[in-house]
T-cell receptor
Framework: TQLLEQSPQFLSIQEGENLTVYCNSS?????LQWYRQEPGEGPVLLVT?????EVKKLKRLTFQFGDARKDSSLHITAAQPGDTGLYLC??????????FGKGTRLHILP | DAGVIQSPRHEVTEMGQEVTLRCKPI?????LFWYRQTMMRGLELLIY????????DSGMPEDRFSAKMPNASFSTLKIQPSEPRDSAVYFC????????????FGEGSRLTVL
């Protein structure tokens, strides 16, 4: 069974600080996605990474896919209260099956 | 364009009753996924369809759960009989038939079984 472990589960930091959250698995994925979910809504895609070692930047967010395509990280620079939310990683295998980690619940204090 | 539409948004029912959740995917999307979200277990994949055909239902908890996709624009998830442990938010998501395609989620159906 493929599993995605996300860490930390919860993170509360001050506005302006930097942070990194992680997504790890023992399985190889064809692609990996990061989603953000706000209360009462469905997850919304932030980024998709496909190639081992790939790095993508989205403003203050930097996403990296591990060389072996088993893990990923999300780094936020100068966090802002608007970054508060649940961050989910999702891995896709060759059969189009998409599984999610349990998420990191991020709270940015003003 | 309308996104993924789910109904009902909220359902409160008593143990033993039948529950039917509905989903209308985005027009033109070939894949449809049903997920269940709880605090303890996160977002669990229940079943997914490609071109209206169920591909993997290994995440369906037990025989009380069933899902159908009679056509490209409609899917149902049925629980019969419902139990308190089925209480969760159920999400439907659709996407084009691409391995790297984005999942578009509905707003979810919050189910409470008393």
């Amino acid at each position: 069974t493929q599993l995605l472990e996300q860490s930390p589960q919860f993170l509360s930091i001050q506005e302006g600080e930097n942070l990194t959250v992680y997504c790890n698995s023992s399985s190889v994925f064809s692609s990996l996605q990061w989603y953000r979910q706000e209360p009462g809504e469905g997850p919304v895609l932030l980024v998709t990474v496909v190639t081992g070692g790939e790095v993508k930047k989205l403003k203050r967010l930097t996403f990296q896919f591990g060389d072996a395509r088993k893990d990923s990280s999300l780094h936020i620079t100068a966090a802002q209260p608007g970054d508060t939310g649940l961050y989910l990683c999702a891995g896709a295998n060759r059969d189009d099956k998409i599984i999610f980690g349990k998420g990191t619940r991020l709270h940015i204090l003003p | 364009d309308a996104g993924v539409i789910q109904s009902p948004r909220h359902e409160v029912t008593e143990m033993g009753q039948e529950v039917t959740l509905r989903c209308k995917p985005i027009s033109g999307h070939n894949s449809l996924f049903w997920y269940r979200q709880t605090m303890m277990r996160g977002l669990e994949l229940l079943i997914y369809f490609n071109n209206n055909v169920p591909i993997d239902d290994s995440g369906m908890p037990e025989d009380r759960f069933s899902a159908k996709m009679p056509n490209a624009s409609f899917s149902t998830l049925k629980i019969q009989p419902s139990e308190p442990r089925d209480s969760a938010v159920y999400f439907c998501a659709s996407r084009p038939l691409l391995v790297t395609g984005e999942l578009f989620f509905g707003e979810g159906s919050r189910l409470t079984v008393l």
